[in-house]
């Protein structure tokens, strides 16, 4: 990828890693690994760090840290490997979230299987049997955006907005799923619902996934998934990957 | 007796805020805190306390509050009609409440967000680090009516203090540093945008603040896409629309919309408490011009203790004259 790594500032107290301008498994990698080799490095003045899609964000204090050390340290850490080559994160977690789709629960889902170019029950089954993984949590407090779905996939997002989704929606676009945290708006088609709450703030993990993690989506019931909505975790299940 | 105030009728966007829970970006959870930290570090410097203690943001509007035991407050913020049994209280200024009194406190005069320090602070126990209400992440509530909050105790007892507040109620010139998309935007457009005088939209909130354009907005053409990345606070993201809309402590983390330019920090304040209808106008700095920026605010933050003095009582402000003896031991003349 010519041009990339790339760093570049963002406001007074941030600098940025992109590893590529789209979506690319190699360059999502690449960013979880140089977040794990930056806290591992654990310098003076940084505060904080963070991966979007295919970057990774340094926050420091730019009083204690000027930005053209951080950028040599940044710079020499990046000479040190190939980032798009290196290994998925350690502790990852292969986690399973009972979803219904279609009907009431996922209301776009025929709107979507048909912009996929396959029928409802095909595009059931191809959804919950997916391996996806989390690329990267943002917008909203543990809100994981997974790819990538197959080509078909490659769905756009409406041109309007929903005006509300609820809290556990499964939404589709882009090859992508993103599994609502909070009840929002969305451009993205709701294909179904499960019940776990992503965020738990008084949990001692508050956060049930994080970048890295492999989840699938397995069909259930609405009768099922009203039972699971009485614990927090929605019927969740998790298992440590290797 | 238990200390503690309680709230009665609050405004519809009273909230407990302290300098927020950084650390969770990576989670997708933004570091709130305080829509105003320097009004919050003020009400700290009156009372001679910590900075970090929870205290009452009143966007708009206060209400009335009640103390169970006698109780040091500060007000600073945006201004807001305010008695105390009755009688006026004066803002920016640190006073004593005794338990049966009510704090009156109305709407805002000035500028948005209004701050009602205690002294002690509010001991609520912290959820990640922090204690103050998260709206966008529902962490955390707006005050309702009657709510009771625990109050630590108090170590000082001094009160009748005040300070000067740096001006920032009413907007003006904000210090912008290029972000990721800038050079996205064409030169002309660029220019454009920091020779035009913005109004602050009606639409604002703790996530951030609506600008509009007099005329043209300043969207980029269609078919820009731009990848998610992340969000810092101060960012200028330009929206279909072509209406910018700075953002302020209780963002998303990530975001797909152009910023066309990132306010320094120590402008935050002031696009917080910038009320609709106000100007705002853009200047791009260099960054050693911001660094430099930085390290004033810092200044100040740290040095707003030593500005801090007694509150002498002008006449005009004592509603009460008369019941003060003036002067005594006069003679009538007529001995």
Known sequence: MTGFPALAAVGLSGLLVRFGDTLSEPANRAALALRAAVEAEGWDGVEECATSLVSTFLRFDPLRLPLETLEAQVHTLLQSRDWYAEPLPQGRSLIRIPTVYGGAHGPQLEEAAAAAGVDTQTAVAELSSARTRVTTIGFAPGQPYLGTLPEHWNIPRQTSLTPNVPRGALVVAIRQLVLFSNPMPTGWRQIGLTAVQLFQPDAPEPFVLKPGDEVEFPAVSAERLAELQASQMGGATRETLP | ?335
């Open chain 2, 1 to 335: 007796m238990t200390r503690s105030v309680i709230v009665h009728k609050p405004g519809p966007g009273v909230t407990m805020q302290d300098t927020g829970r950084p650390g969770f970006l990576a989670y997708g959870l933004s570091r709130g805190g305080a829509a105003d930290r320097l009004a919050l570090a003020e009400g700290a410097a009156l009372l001679r306390q910590d900075e970090a203690l929870p205290a009452i943001e009143m966007a708009g509007y206060g209400g009335t509050f009640a103390f169970t035991t006698p109780t040091r407050i500060a007000l600073t913020g945006a201004p807001m009609r305010c008695t105390l049994d009755g009688e006026p209280l004066a803002w920016n200024a640190s006073h004593a409440v005794a338990p049966g009194q009510l704090l009156e406190i109305g709407g805002v005069q000035a500028g948005v967000y209004g701050y009602l320090s205690i002294g002690g602070g509010i001991a609520v126990p912290p959820r990640l680090g922090g204690s103050g209400a998260h709206l966008a992440a529902g962490l955390g509530a707006v005050l309702t009516d009657g709510a009771n909050l625990p109050l630590a105790p108090d170590s000082k007892s001094e009160t009748g203090l005040c300070l000067t507040p740096t001006s920032r109620l009413d907007g003006g010139t904000l210090r912008i540093l290029p972000s990721l998309q800038t050079d996205v935007f064409p030169p002309e457009t660029r220019e454009r945008f920091t020779y035009t005088e913005f109004t602050r939209d009606a639409r604002g909130n703790r996530m951030g603040v609506r600008l509009v354009p007099p005329e043209e907005g300043f969207g980029l053409t269609e078919g820009q896409t731009i990848l998610s990345e992340v969000i810092v606070t101060g960012d200028i993201q330009i929206p279909g629309d072509g209406a910018p809309y700075i953002l302020l402590s209780e963002c998303q983390t990530t975001g797909g919309y152009p910023r066309i330019g990132t306010v320094i920090p120590a402008d935050l304040p002031k696009v917080a408490q910038t009320p609709p209808g106000a100007k705002l106008r853009f200047e791009f700095v260099t960054r050693e011009a911001a660094l430099q920026a930085e390290t004033h605010y810092r200044k100040h933050l740290t040095g707003l203790r030593s500005q801090v003095r007694p509150r002498l009582r002008d006449p005009y402000d004592m509603p009460d004259l008369g019941a003060y003896t003036l002067i005594s031991g006069a003679i009538t003349g007529e001995e």
